[in-house]
């Protein structure tokens, strides 16, 4: 999930056990082995009115045991992705992508 307003700089913008590093974005990564609660937590932590997207992939991205992800491991990440969502119309509904 893209935390659109945290920045890693930040002095709480990795913060979160799930937040990771592109360059100074961040992003939350969740897995099939979190509780339900914390993917609830992410959502409404990640989510503004105009701007929330989410990706599944069929693999996490690879990063450096400090969190920090590289921009090609990003978009290796990015290239397995099999479900992509973001909210529309000032979150009055959303747009889901799935490869065909």
């Known amino acids: 999930m893209d935390d659109?307003?945290?920045?890693?700089?930040?002095p709480r913008g990795g913060e979160a056990a799930t937040a990771f590093a592109v360059c100074d974005e961040v992003y939350h990564l969740i897995t099939r082995d979190l509780d339900a609660q914390v993917?609830?937590?992410t959502l409404e932590a990640t989510h503004t009115i105009w701007h929330g997207v989410?990706?599944?992939?069929?693999?996490?991205?690879?990063?450096?045991?400090d969190r920090r992800?590289?921009?090609?491991?990003?978009r290796r990440f990015a290239a397995s992705t099999i479900h992509l969502s973001c909210i529309a119309y000032d979150g009055e509904g959303f747009v889901a992508w799935e490869p065909r």
Do not use: I, N, Q
């Open 54 to 65: 989410a990706a599944v992939s069929a693999s996490p991205p690879s990063m450096s045991s």
């Open 69 to 74: 992800c590289t921009a090609e491991a990003m």
């Open 4 to 10: 659109f307003a945290a920045r890693w700089s930040d």
């Open 39 to 41: 993917l609830r937590t």
